[in-house]
């Protein structure tokens, strides 16, 4: 770097290089050396969730990261490629969670306004998802490699529209579960209570759970 030229770039406002935005609430913002010259061998991501809202599953094949927690809470999962074993790291505020260079990963809030830094140690962080994964492997090589029905499996994956969804769920798909949700309330409101061996029991749906799903800080959803 010649730093008597006078290209020379000492700041950059991140939030305006924008990576992906979900909704005003769930958004990252990056910073690259093609944004900042000057950087040596560091990026960022700045990552902004609300509760249940999920960094999807990827890796960065060209970097470690160390995920910083500025405010709220979430938890990062990630496999160990050694031996296959699946660690679930729950951080808050000024806690730090390192993932080694091209490990398969992801993050969850655990309640909103929850604010990640993700620092790599390469002037451009890179990263394959899960969503591109399952989008642009042809179905008939999935459905074929792990005995899957291709019509189930293309249907299944319809609603990703080929489209790297980098912070799920999607809106559409939150919206949905809620409105399955409040139907059932609605529903279940109306029907009488059944009784089996004197004990009053709730009538079975599939969306109704007794106890929210929760393990060791990790979000279900």
């Known amino acids: ?5 006078s290209n020379v770039q000492y700041f950059f406002d991140i939030n305006k ?3 992906k935005t ?37 890796y960065h094949q060209n970097a470690a990261e160390l995920v910083y927690c500025i405010s709220g809470s979430a938890v990062v999962s990630l496999i160990n490629p050694f031996n296959n074993t699946l660690t679930n790291i729950p951080i ?13 990963h992801w993050e969850i809030a655990n309640e909103d306004k929850t604010h990640l830094l993700a620092i790599f140690d390469a002037p451009y962080p890179q990263y394959i ?17 792990y005995c899957l029905n291709p019509e189930q499996l293309k249907k299944t994956l319809a609603p990703l529209k080929n489209q790297t969804i ?7 798909c939150v919206s949905q579960t809620e409105q399955r949700k409040q139907t059932y309330i609605n529903t279940s409101n109306s029907q009488p209570l059944h009784y089996q061996n004197n004990q009053s029991y709730m009538p079975q749906n599939r969306y109704y759970s ?4 929760y393990n060791q800080g990790y979000y279900y959803g």
Request: aromatic share 6%; proline share 8%.
């Open 129 to 145: 998802f899960g969503s591109d994964i399952l989008t642009k492997t042809p179905i008939e090589v999935l459905a074929h490699t």
């Open 1 to 5: 770097m010649d730093y008597t030229k």
């Open 92 to 104: 808050k505020p000024g806690q730090v969670a390192n993932i080694p260079q091209g490990w398969w």
């Open 166 to 172: 980098v912070i799920g769920p999607t809106d559409e």
């Open 22 to 58: 979900r909704n005003a609430q769930n958004y990252i913002n990056e910073l690259g050396r093609n944004n900042l010259n000057t950087l040596g061998d560091v990026s960022l991501l700045d990552i902004y969730l609300s509760k249940g809202r999920v960094v999807e599953p990827h």
């Open 17 to 19: 290089n924008r990576l």
């Open 210 to 213: 007794p106890q929210p799903r």
